[in-house]
């Protein structure tokens, strides 16, 4: 069936550092693929998407390439800024299984001054 | 209002309560889903609506009793909880069909502590 496997937390950084957060996915069909943050006390906001291989979903300096090749979703953002510490969840959607959505397991990032 | 509201933010209840919580979405989606989410354990899926019938209900226990009167709101009643359902309640949206280009829209959460 359909998953989401993303690499486990918690991981910190320090201001400015570069980020990447590992995503692979298993689909029976061609899904479309979503990355979603979390703040603290909050709920989860879109933060970007990608709806077809080779597509590049992007927001707020955070970028990730749907990569049908490897079924990764990596995402990624070149510095990053003590108010991008927060929970970070990588989803898909599937039209294959009636558009269910199928989220990992979420990554904590914490960024320090 | 705009998108997800749940209310009330936090709960406190006792196991012999009663209480529910509300979400109300002005998005005028129509479809609807609780999540439960617990601390280091991945996202739940409780319940779903889909044109304000209930389609799916992942083996939850009796406990949780999801209402949905109409395709804007959606219900959670709880009774006779129990300390590990301790968790941030999240519900979401859709538009049916359209999932795979917009996603969900979830609201803030409710966190509950059954004391």
């Known amino acids: 069936g359909d998953s989401v496997t993303q690499m486990e937390g918690p991981v910190t950084l320090s201001e400015e550092a570069f980020l990447t957060i590992n995503c692979t996915y298993t689909?029976?069909?061609?899904?479309?693929l979503f990355w979603y943050v979390q703040y603290p006390g909050e709920g989860l906001q879109l933060l970007l998407k990608a709806t077809k291989a080779d597509d590049k979903g992007s927001n707020k300096g955070f970028e990730a390439t749907y990569r049908k090749e490897t079924t990764s979703f990596h995402l990624e953002k070149g510095s990053v800024q003590v108010s991008d510490s927060a929970v970070y969840f990588c989803a898909l959607s599937d039209k294959n299984t009636g558009n269910q959505f199928y989220f990992g397991t979420g990554t904590s990032l914490t960024v320090i001054p | 209002e705009t998108g997800v509201t749940q209310t009330p933010r936090h709960l406190v209840m006792g196991m012999t309560n009663k209480k529910s919580l509300k979400c109300e979405q002005h998005?005028?989606?129509?479809?609807m889903y609780w999540y439960k989410q617990s601390a280091k354990k991945p996202l739940e899926l409780m319940f779903v609506y889909s044109l304000e019938e209930r389609v799916e209900n992942n083996s939850v226990p009796s406990r949780f009793s999801p209402e949905c009167p109409n395709s804007s709101h959606l219900f959670l009643h709880l009774h006779t909880l129990q300390p590990e359902d301790s968790a941030l309640y999240l519900c979401a949206s859709s538009q049916l069909g359209q999932e795979s280009f917009y996603g969900y829209t979830f609201g803030s959460g409710t966190r509950l502590t059954v004391v």
């Open positions: 998005l005028g989606h129509n479809a």
């Open positions: 689909a029976t069909g061609y899904p479309s």
